[in-house]
């Protein structure tokens, strides 16, 4: 089975020290070993990628096509604002899944529009890292 890739966008590097009362004590690490444990049950793995550059996501989208069977993408604040990381996620034509640690419906206002939700086969908000495992399992079952 070709693994699940796991995408990070800006500022998720920061996860346990940024806003905690919005998301969490959790850090990315811990992301990335949930994932990780959660793959393992359906025997596949996960290839974990961060970034605060745009251009790197990007980059990182494009080398997936044809290597990894899926995607998890957080993509922190360019969710409201990347239409160049949504084009670039239909290129490797495969099952995509948007994660938000908060709830972003009921944060501010320009928060509850996403430019990569149109695309995704799901939106998952408000489950804390527990909407990475979420997401895993869905892929796994799925994919």
Do not use: K, W
């Not at 049950?41 to 970034?51: A, G, H, L, N, T």
């Amino acid at each position: 089975m070709a693994p699940i890739l796991v995408l990070n966008g800006p500022n998720l590097n920061m996860l346990g020290i940024r806003q905690p009362e919005v998301y969490g004590s959790d850090t990315l690490d811990d992301v990335v070993a949930l994932c990780r444990r959660t793959a393992a049950r359906f025997d596949r793995e996960v290839e974990p990628f961060q970034s605060n550059s745009e251009g790197a996501l990007i980059d990182r989208v494009h080398a997936a096509r044809g290597v990894e069977g899926a995607i998890v993408i957080n993509p922190g604040g360019l969710t409201h604002t990347s239409v160049a990381l949504r084009d670039a996620l239909v290129i490797p034509e495969v099952p995509i899944v948007e994660v938000h640690i908060s709830n972003v419906h009921a944060r501010e206002e320009f928060r509850h529009h996403s430019y990569i939700s149109p695309i995704a086969t799901a939106v998952i908000a408000g489950m804390g890292i527990q909407g990475y495992a979420a997401a895993i399992e869905f892929l796994c079952a799925t994919t």
